[in-house]
């Protein structure tokens, strides 16, 4: 007790002299002086009453029993500011004796915070009242912490409420500052409660349809703040296999109705902006909502499974170390043979049938899905949108697609960068994967039948190729959409160089294009009045004002689920002793002796 005492003990010789009145000091106003008179009591740990505090003036005196301390801060005439008349400055108590505050409110807890949150909006209240308790020698509640974090959240960012209200202005700001985006949002019931929203800039459609591979991913995330909600996306690949979010949606629930009006929006966008609709290939966890949405609206799209939520759901369903690493075998299998005969290797460890009865072949397996994937076989949007869930879930929906917006935006001018340092033909990871090729197509004898056929023959089997229909008999150049060791070598045979017959979705030039286009920023909103013509007009249209939607979230902790992003790669050889047959350790190491 005595070394708690010796902490919050002020030393007078290191009080700051901010931390000080004088007689004559003089305020902007009377928040001003009620603010520092309280930061004062806080740092020096003294506990004031206040006596009086009205528009004209603020008393205020030691809440110690026969203290004199006290100070009278009046309104000076004519002027709007304020000044100390009356100090008596010397504290003959011995303050506050512990780590608790009667003057550390919300409110100051609040302004305490408010620099650090704009560092760090991510900041939790534990930390918060850490921090306070280091930097002053205060103790907050955990409940103090949140709702100053809370109140802090509000003054920098606006009030989710706000933050809903605006959302009509802030869209039409994105269709002036970048012409050619799609945003679109909806109300519901008399109060035009918030219900959906569709974003895609301009710049995000131009590099999908210019420079992306026909291939798109969709998922969700849910949100956990006030107003609860989803945040719906769907994302392409670039050329060297990175994210490209395409667009994004937050919908008050995730819904049949929800994904419809999503996956609808998506196809309209696409529509209007390419006079021919790509055949593409969208990869989703298929829920069926997902997979009746995109029936609908993409009618000759291949849909597929991704395949880390297959894998994770047929390793929690065997939890079989070697059985997994069969299906992981099974899965890369280019031809149908190859498949059958890894699934009689599982079958006899344990019957697969029925799972793959829900988990048919067609929608995952490379031997089978019928779509091109380009070797992009799982979800990366996921891990994107989590983390966008947890940076998001407190701030307003308009700084949600601003925070969105300017990640894009450094992601576009850190690869812009990159595209132009690239002197190859193709992007780096597919540069690494024609240069396997290459490599081992040196081993294989080539047999040239015509202009374009040839014969690739190999101790183990013989394929065929076609240069002009960019075919080979062991699939891997469809499938990949770079040739293959079997290509390489037929090309390479006439003079060819193989890095001209990879898709061109790989090539540095679509890389470039694909970010070729800027994203612009969006004014601060004390402009957006000023800045553009009309705009007052359609603020002041009632059916255009949302308010925050009907679903709130319920008292209490909400549960948060850790999401686990496995590796993608395939799992090491599981080593089978070939004397005992069991798993773990090979037949030199056994200690059964033969």
């Known amino acids: 007790m005595e070394d708690d005492q010796i902490l919050v003990q002020p030393e007078q010789n290191l009080i700051p002299s901010e931390q000080t009145l004088v007689i004559g000091q003089e305020f902007a106003d009377v928040d001003t002086c009620r603010r520092a008179v309280k930061d004062m009591a806080i740092a020096l740990h003294y ?20 203290c ?37 409110t919300v409110g100051w807890v609040a302004r305490s915070v408010e620099a650090r949150l704009r560092d760090n909006p991510q900041i939790k209240p534990k930390e918060i009242l850490q921090d306070i308790r280091e930097q002053h020698g205060v103790a907050v509640s955990y409940m103090q ?61 131009y590099g999908f349809l210019n420079g992306c591979r026909p291939l798109l991913e969709i998922d969700k995330a849910d949100l956990k703040g006030k107003y609860l909600g989803t945040l719906l996306c769907a994302s392409a690949v670039d050329a060297d296999h990175m994210t490209f979010p395409l667009a994004f949606g937050i919908v008050d629930s995730e819904s049949d109705d929800s994904w419809r009006w999503f996956v609808s929006e998506l196809r309209k966008m696409l529509g209007v902006n390419t006079d021919k609709m790509p055949v593409l290939t969208i990869l989703s966890e298929r829920k069926p909502q ?36 069969l299906f992981w075998s099974a899965v890369y299998t280019l031809t149908a043979a190859e498949f059958d005969a890894k699934v009689n290797e599982m079958m006899q460890v344990q019957d697969v049938m029925p799972w793959l009865q829900r988990f048919p072949p067609n929608l995952w397996a490379v031997a089978f899905f019928e779509g091109i994937r380009y070797g992009h076989f799982s979800l990366r949007i996921t891990e994107i ?6 940076e998001c879930h407190e701030l307003p929906i308009v700084q949600t697609i601003e925070h969105i917006r300017h990640q894009l935006t450094c992601w576009f001018a850190e ?63 469809q499938i990949y959409g770079i040739p293959c060791a079997h ?15 990879a898709h061109d979705c790989f090539s540095v030039m679509k890389y470039r294009e694909t970010y070729s286009q800027p994203i612009y920023p ?63 350790h090979s037949q030199k190491k056994c200690s059964l002796r033969s």
């Open 290 to 325: 997902v997979v009746k949405a995109v029936e609908d609206n993409f009618p000759t799209a291949f849909h597929g499974f991704c395949l880390r939520y297959v894998s994770e759901n047929f390793r929690d369903e065997f939890k079989n170390p070697k059985l997994l690493n």
């Open 487 to 501: 290509a390489s070598a037929a090309l390479l045979s006439c003079g060819e160089d193989p890095r001209h017959y």
């Open 522 to 584: 969006i004014p601060d909103r004390s402009l957006w009045n000023s800045s553009f013509s009309g705009l007052q007009g359609v603020l002041n249209k009632a059916d255009v004002m949302l308010s925050p939607p009907n679903i709130r979230r319920p008292p209490g902790r909400p549960k948060m689920k850790i999401l686990k992003i496995e590796s993608l790669k395939r799992p090491k050889r599981i080593v089978q002793c070939g004397r005992c047959h069991l798993l773990g």
């Open 415 to 477: 690869r812009q960068n990159l595209a132009q340092s690239y002197n190859s033909v193709l992007v780096p990871s597919a540069e690494k994967l024609i240069s396997e090729a290459i490599a081992d197509s040196r081993c294989y004898q080539v047999l040239r039948a015509n202009k374009v056929e040839f014969e690739i023959v190999s101790s183990e089997r013989t394929n065929i190729v076609d240069t002009q229909a960019r075919f080979c008999s062991c699939r891997r150049w």
């Open 385 to 390: 949108l989590y983390n966008l869930s947890l």
């Open 47 to 66: 506990e004031l009453r206040v006596v009086k505090s009205d528009r004209s003036r603020f008393i205020a005196k030691c809440s110690k029993e026969g």
């Open 68 to 104: 004199p301390w006290r100070v009278h801060i009046a309104k000076c005439p004519g002027v709007p500011t304020f000044t100390v008349r009356t100090l008596h400055g010397e504290h003959t108590c011995e303050g506050v004796r512990d780590l608790h505050h009667q003057q550390a």
């Open 145 to 205: 912490a949140w709702r100053g974090k809370e109140r802090s959240m509000a003054a920098v960012n606006g009030t989710l409420e706000d933050g809903y209200r605006l959302l009509p202005a802030y869209c039409e700001q994105i269709g002036k500052t970048n012409p050619g985006s799609v945003t679109t949002y909806r109300g519901t019931g008399p109060g035009n409660a918030f219900q959906r929203l569709f974003v895609s800039f301009r710049a995000s459609i």
